[in-house]
């Protein structure tokens, strides 16, 4: 009985106590953190709001599918960015072409073929490396190399210079997630294979190329919805049109894309540029999103096949 | 196949490398401290170039790393439902597929003249500070700094939310076991368990905010005039090679090689140390 009293008299003192020192600094440490998390959120609510109400609400069937026009020739319309978004899918389609092949074959030979020597080990190093470089970089290496040499059958600024910048930033995203995907890939899977008189490259091409796909996939989704919003890289290299890509040579010449639109024209002093670059931001951030957003959709289909 | 990443980067340092010798045998060291840019004489140097690299990207830093950190501290603790930290969690890696044209984009037109006023303001009360000595007219260095700091949030709170749920479980029962309450375990516990991968991926961010182009060239002013002021326009080393060098040429080009070699040593530096520390912590527990 008295065990009790004194259970119960302990029990009185572990209330929480609301003002207590101790417990009012935790509530205001906690109210900083949450202050700052709100901070943290404001910039991108902002953002997507202004591009979904400036862009958003002049989006008509005109701007997609015209040409823009060349600022200060008609003061109330800028045309249509439809150049520009057949241009951005150009672009970032033969970046993908040149990069993806090479990126999965560099990844299958990481985490397949190597032994783990130096040179994988220096060839890890440099995908981090060289995923480091500024998009700038790429840019001015494909303008010394390709534009200013006139390489390509003495043609200067062309889409397949801007390709070949965009495959540069795309190359180390992909080799990474194709090597982490296969190295996540069971070795009994592998073995399995190989016991019943498969041949490495059969293993590969059948067995753990298709077990890794969604990671894989999602890696390079990931790295074309980031070779798509790019500019920096292009604005030297693939320049830009106020025509439609046609003839023979679309790749060898210069080609409009959206993100190189919202760069010249958001610094053009006329209005109705402005505008249409607002507008050609909503179509690119739709674009990424929605890769975006089918990456992550893909990705999650590995996480549940894992736990199931 | 692999060997390309090998062959690209060490086709990129040796490219720019050789092109910037011209530049490099003609201004030397003169280069990283003089400041004119003038393609008519022939003469150039890039501090203000580097300055405004440098101070860009560490003063984004400085503004981000707190509210990434505690943005990432808030998702990992339990204070509100999964459903909103993963809500949150989503909204700020949405910033980063957001692409850098448009932040620049966004940063001309809604936000400088909308942070017109607070620099405004900042300048009356401390212009005896070198800092912020001029009287701000729309684009500077400022703006830059602030749109950087957007930028590279999303670095720095993912990161750090890996780092933090990669502390072991033991480590927080045991705090609150012997009577923590929860904000003297994270300063004592979690975030000592995690620092160095928050290191890691604060350099990461500090890489990419050096190399960033896009979104600075928009609005930092592009100006080659040098000025400690952070609310004066002012140059950083990727948008003077955004501006300058579709236009260059001759030696003109050769000194921007040798501004993009100094960029490119500069990221190179920071990534390399950064990578050096997330391996570090991975391999912590």
Known sequence: ?308 | MASMVAIVLIGILAFIFYGSLESMARFGFKYLITSGWNPVSDEYGAFTAIYGTIITSLAALTISLPIGIATAIFITEDILPRKVNEFIGLMVELLAAIPSVVLGLWAIFVMEPFLRPFLILLNQTFSWLPFFGTEPRGPGMAPAIIILSIMILPIITSISRDSLNQVPKKLREASYGIGATRWTTIFHIILPAAISGITGGALLALGRAMGETMAVTMVIGNSFNFSWSLLAPGNTISAMLANQFGEADGSQISSLMYAALILMILTLSVNIFANWLVKRISLKY
């Open chain 1, 1 to 308: 009985m008295k065990d009790r009293v004194q259970l119960l008299h302990t029990a009185k003192q572990l209330n929480y106590k609301t003002f207590s020192r101790k417990n009012i600094l935790e509530k205001l440490q906690t109210a900083i953190a949450f202050c700052l998390l709100i901070i943290s959120i404001i910039p991108i609510t902002f953002i997507l709001v202004y591009v979904l109400i400036k862009g958003g609400t002049q989006l008509s069937i005109d701007i997609i599918t015209q040409l823009p026009e060349p600022p200060g020739d008609d003061l109330l319309s800028a045309g249509g960015i439809g150049n520009s978004i057949i241009g951005t899918i150009i672009v970032t389609t033969i970046a993908s072409v040149i990069s993806v092949p090479i990126g999965i074959g560099g990844g299958i030979y990481l985490a397949e073929y190597s032994s783990g020597g130096l040179f994988s080990r220096f060839i890890r190093f440099g995908t981090n490396v060289l995923a480091g470089v500024p998009s700038i970089i790429a840019g001015v290496f494909i303008y010394g190399i390709i534009v200013s040499t006139k390489l390509i059958y003495g043609s200067n600024y062309s889409a397949l210079a801007g390709s070949l910048a965009l495959s540069i930033l795309m190359l180390p995203t992909i080799i990474k997630t194709t090597d982490e995907g296969l190295k996540l890939v069971s070795d009994d899977l592998r073995r399995g294979a190989l016991g019943i008189g498969a041949s490495k490259f059969i293993t590969i091409t059948r067995i753990t190329l298709p077990a890794a796909f969604s990671t894989i996939a999602t890696g390079i989704l990931l790295s074309v919805a980031r070779a798509a919003g790019e500019t920096a890289p292009l604005i030297f290299t693939a320049l830009f049109s106020f025509y439609w890509p046609q003839g023979n040579e679309i790749l060898l010449e210069p080609i409009a894309s959206l993100s190189v639109l919202i760069y010249n024209f958001a610094l053009e002093p006329y209005e109705a540029q402005n505008e249409l670059a607002w507008a050609a931001s909503f179509i690119l951030v739709m674009m990424l999103l929605a890769l975006n957003i089918i990456a992550r959709r893909i990705g999650k289909l590995t996480m549940d096949n894992k736990s199931n």
